[in-house]
């Protein structure tokens, strides 16, 4: 079978794709407003884009009223988000904290996501978190005629919790188990 995208509407679309291009990787992404809430919401649409520089794309679409997500707002205003990488115990809070909210409303208090703030010029950490990114705004990508807006992030600093990381011969190693988007489900990546 082949499908023509130009013959599939949106949903047909986000549909196909997002079945047929796993596991994706999840952005937990913290932000915060001019009021200083917490905000915290899941993307799946997120992928490293470069390591020199070091980039990060996520593509971020807009509340059911047509204004842009609370994260794409906050991103724009503040210019730094927090990237947190999620973990199989997170499930449950991670996928609360996709639902639309007021954004005067912090999932942080609502869903109890506790957060530690480890560098006072970004959005805290989340405390499960083993891996998470200081990022900072670099730019957006205009797509035609597109509701979902990419934005580029450069990571500042990585944090890793000293249980998940090990220095040898001047190299960091990473070793933890991420949740994965699969389709509409979760997965967690094994290594073979
Ligand atoms: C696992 C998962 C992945 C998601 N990925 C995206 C995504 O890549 N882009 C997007 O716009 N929304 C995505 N969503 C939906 C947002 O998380 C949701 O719209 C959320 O309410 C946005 O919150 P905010 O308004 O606080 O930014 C995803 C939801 C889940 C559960």
Not at 25 to 49: C, E, G, M
Not at 135 to 140: A, G, H, S
Not at 142 to 155: E, F, M, N, Q, R
Request: glycine content about 2%; proline content about 6%; aromatic content about 10%.
């Amino acid at each position: 079978m082949i499908v023509d995208y130009s013959l599939q509407n949106a949903s047909q679309i986000y549909y196909l794709m997002s079945q047929s291009i796993i596991p994706r990787p999840i952005a937990w992404i913290v932000t915060q407003n001019r009021d200083k809430v917490v905000n915290i919401a899941p993307f799946s649409y997120f992928s490293p884009l470069s390591s020199n520089p070091p980039t990060l794309v996520v593509s971020i679409g807009h509340k059911s009223d047509k204004t842009p997500k609370d994260t794409l707002k906050n991103i724009r205003e503040s210019k730094v988000c927090t990237i947190c990488m999620p973990r199989e115990n997170d499930l449950e809070k991670l996928d609360k904290s996709a639902r639309e909210l007021d954004e005067n409303i912090s999932e942080a208090k609502l869903f109890d996501i506790k957060t530690k703030i480890l560098n006072k010029l970004f959005p805290p950490v989340i405390e499960t978190s083993a891996v998470a990114f200081f990022c900072k705004f670099y730019k957006e990508i205009a797509l035609d005629k597109s509701k979902t807006v990419p934005i580029v992030l450069k990571i500042k600093e990585q944090y890793i919790d000293d249980r998940f990381c090990k220095k040898e011969s001047g190299k960091i190693y990473v070793d933890y188990k991420p949740l994965a988007r699969v389709g509409k489900s979760y997965g967690l990546i094994n290594l073979l």
